[in-house]
């Protein structure tokens, strides 16, 4: 009988195992955007850097793998690719809300294909508000180059420690055209630990019911 229990315990065990999502990276779009600074509206607003315009393929944020799709994908964009608004003296910012806390460990822009416009140094923050101006809660990227290749433009990817966040700051320091215009074509992130399914929770749940019984009738 200890062995038929032993048994029991270990095909529960590796049930639950195996049901375990896998620990994927994949790739995450901003619910929101906004900048202190705002937007031109129209063909140029905030909105086209996190809705996948002018993007050579469609993803699914939380379920496409982000280092297949980043690797494969080019943004082509002149105009509409999402500017501030005020023409000032930098630096100027993007923030972008994530919806929830989520874990992100990488960071894709694929630079706007308008080289008046485009960013060529950036730093990363995250946050626990959506306002750059009261502090944020630590910081992603120090100042990064950006390149600007021309269109179509591939994406860029930035890396950093994972970090469980709702809000990010792109503090946009310079561009190739100062002061004047700051824009981006597109920005997604890396994210890590997707939920698993209902179903794949079910499982799990059996599994761990198998190892409970085996238990009891130890006991």
């Known amino acids: 009988m200890n062995i038929r229990r032993s048994i029991i315990a270990s095909m529960g065990f590796a049930l639950v195992m195996n049901c375990l999502p896998?620990?994927?990276?994949?790739?995450i779009s901003a619910v929101s955007i906004s900048s202190p600074q705002g937007d031109f509206g129209g063909a140029l607003s905030l909105v086209n850097i996190i809705n996948q315009s002018s993007?050579?393929?469609p993803y699914t944020s939380g379920v496409t793998d982000f280092g297949t799709y980043v690797s494969?994908?080019?943004?082509?964009?002149?105009?509409?690719?999402?500017?501030?608004?005020?023409?000032?003296?930098?630096?100027?910012?993007?923030?972008?809300?994530?919806?929830?806390?989520?874990?992100?460990?990488?960071?894709?822009?694929?630079?706007?294909?308008f080289a008046i416009?485009?960013?060529?140094?950036?730093?990363?923050?995250?946050?626990?508000?959506?306002?750059?101006?009261?502090?944020t809660t630590?910081?992603?990227?120090?100042?990064?180059?950006?390149?600007?290749?021309?269109?179509?433009?591939?994406?860029?990817?930035f890396s950093f420690e994972p970090t469980a966040t709702r809000f990010v700051h792109i503090n946009a320091l310079n561009t190739n055209n100062p002061?004047?215009?700051y824009g981006?074509?597109?920005?997604?992130?890396?994210?890590?630990s997707p939920v698993p399914e209902p179903a794949t929770l079910a499982l799990v749940a059996a599994g761990i019911a198998g190892i409970w019984l085996a238990q009891k009738r130890s006991r």
């Open 184 to 192: 981006l074509g597109e920005v997604a992130f890396s994210a890590t």
């Open 179 to 181: 002061p004047d215009l």
């Open 55 to 57: 993007i050579s393929a």
């Open 138 to 157: 630590g910081a992603l990227l120090d100042a990064t180059p950006l390149a600007f290749p021309g269109n179509p433009v591939p994406a860029q990817v």
């Open 72 to 113: 494969g994908t080019t943004h082509f964009g002149l105009l509409g690719n999402g500017f501030t608004a005020t023409e000032t003296n930098g630096p100027q910012q993007f923030t972008f809300d994530l919806g929830s806390v989520k874990s992100i460990n990488a960071l894709a822009i694929w630079n706007t294909g």
């Open 117 to 135: 416009g485009a960013i060529n140094t950036f730093a990363l923050f995250s946050d626990n508000d959506d306002t750059f101006a009261n502090g």
């Open 22 to 27: 896998a620990s994927a990276d994949v790739i």
